[in-house]
């Protein structure tokens, strides 16, 4: 590992690094990275001892192994489309109203967004940018919304666009608002996903976007999953089908998140 270097990262992006070596070696030396990332032993103590805290992995002497409870596989995109249906139809129909017309949208990948596609106001005028193939082909009947799609490689297991060219069409794009896939949220650990590979196209939706808005079912709330989006406070507004009780949502609204629990 040392003869490979990972230098000029941010610390996020070094992190994801170390959890994408830690998920394919098993466990990890803490002087090996310092020499691959070429960055001091205190930053790499740091990172694995935030991780750790995170529920990312197991800090041990000299370096880090896998958390004790590792994550389960994630469903296929097909698996997934039966998932919490009511759920997530609720949350779209507590969105829908909130539409205007002439708003330029991110749509990110995932099922919920699916059908926010698919029951996206065929009166009113939109302009998509998504990653999301099953997005895009939603809106192919859509009369007064154009639908931009990135090139790049089809990632299977989220459904999604990702590589350098979504990249560079997202990150030259200002829109109104991002609706963000949520594939886990606490208030300690943010946003979270299960795919690495997903990570870099959702942090730059958010981060061009005016506002950003989440939709999560109840499973997802108080979720910690390996790869970190961004904190959870980048949220404008997170709908959820969760119980006004549940011990993940106050937290949350404590960081200045607009919470509204949608009932189902």
Known sequence: MAKTRDTDLLADERRQRIAELLATQGKLKAQALVERFG?????IRRDLTEMAEQGLLRR?????????APVAPRPSWRERLSVDEQEKAALVDALLPTFRGGELLFIDSGTTNGLLARRL???????????????????????ACEVILPGGRLHQASASLCGPEALKLIEGVQADLCILGVCGISAGAGISCQEFEEVAAKQAMVEHAAQTIGLATTAKLGVRLPYRVAPAAKLTRLLTTAEQDHKALAPLARLGIDVACVGV
Request: charged content about 15%; overall charge negative; glycine content about 6%.
């Open 39 to 43: 960055v001091s032993e205190d930053t």
């Open 121 to 143: 106001p065929r009166t009113l005028p939109f302009t998509v940018i998504t990653t999301s193939p099953e997005v895009a082909l939603a809106l192919c009947d859509h009369p």
């Open 60 to 68: 041990v002497h000299g370096g880090a192994l896998p958390a004790a």
